[in-house]
């Protein structure tokens, strides 16, 4: 199942050519790579995830060579998850400001590296933040100067319906036409368990990647989060566990 390659340690020496052989690879397959951008100072607030680069110069350094391994060539890239939701729980406002920054200038570099690629700015998912208020914060972060749309509900497990209908009040609070949204369904089959984000059990895979959305703002259901990475309860933050890929795939829909 076509699922997200994400790109998330301090490796400005090496992100390069990782980037070039995986985007390469499915190029020369005819297909279309998804990567997640993931590396931003302070992620995750000291949560499960928490890690980034050390400073916003060194983040757009690394973010110089990761579009440099676009060359020219197809992509959907979805840009730092959670990050604009979550930058107001430990983040001052200079420092929310030089988030913003920070991503718009990655969306800058990502599309002049390759105009193929399309770029999505991570919009938290349908039980976060209300749509005037992360629309607020796309725009600050560049969503308006190229991306290609927003992405919602990554790593987490809300419904697509819900999801669909929160995407399409953001992408018109925003109000540039041409933008769509990307939604996460790779473990939201059976929706959310209440408010629960830390590998909830009971819950299953969701409706498999494709562009056949039905939707005409929706370019695509994503499988963004592997299924059976951990959230950080049932082991560290992204390490694959077999019997929650298994629970995923077997649970009743």
Not at 44 to 52: F, P, V
Not at 118 to 143: F, Q
Request: glycine share 10%.
């Amino acid at each position: 199942m076509p699922q997200g390659r994400w790109f998330t340690r301090d490796n400005t020496d090496s992100v390069r050519s990782e980037v070039d052989d995986y985007v390469g690879a499915a190029a020369d397959a005819g297909r279309t790579p998804i990567l997640v951008v993931y590396n931003i100072p302070n992620r995750d607030c000291s949560g499960a995830s928490a890690g980034g680069m050390p400073s916003h110069a060194a983040y757009r350094a690394w973010i110089d060579q990761v579009s440099a391994g676009l060359a020219g060539r197809p992509a959907t890239v979805v840009l730092e998850p959670d990050v604009l939701p979550q930058m107001s729980n430990c983040l001052d406002a200079a420092q929310q400001g030089q988030v913003q920054q920070s991503m718009a200038y990655a969306v800058r570099k990502l599309k002049a590296a390759s105009p193929r690629a399309k770029v999505y700015l991570d919009a938290g998912h349908s039980n976060w933040l209300p749509p005037a208020e992360i629309a607020r914060r796309l725009v600050g972060a560049g969503v308006k100067s190229g991306a290609d749309g927003i992405a919602t509900n990554v790593s987490n497990y809300r419904s697509t319906r819900d999801e669909v209908a929160y995407a399409k009040r953001v992408l018109a609070t925003i109000g540039v036409a041409a933008l769509r949204a990307v939604v996460d369904t790779s473990r939201n089959g059976n929706g959310p368990l209440g408010d629960e984000w830390c590998d909830p059990k009971g819950r299953a895979i969701g409706t498999p990647t494709t562009t056949a959305t039905g939707d005409a703002k929706i370019a695509a259901f994503l499988w963004v989060k592997l299924p059976g990475e951990s959230d950080g309860c049932i082991g560290g933050a992204g390490r694959f566990v077999p019997e929650r890929a298994y629970e995923l795939a077997t649970a009743k829909r």
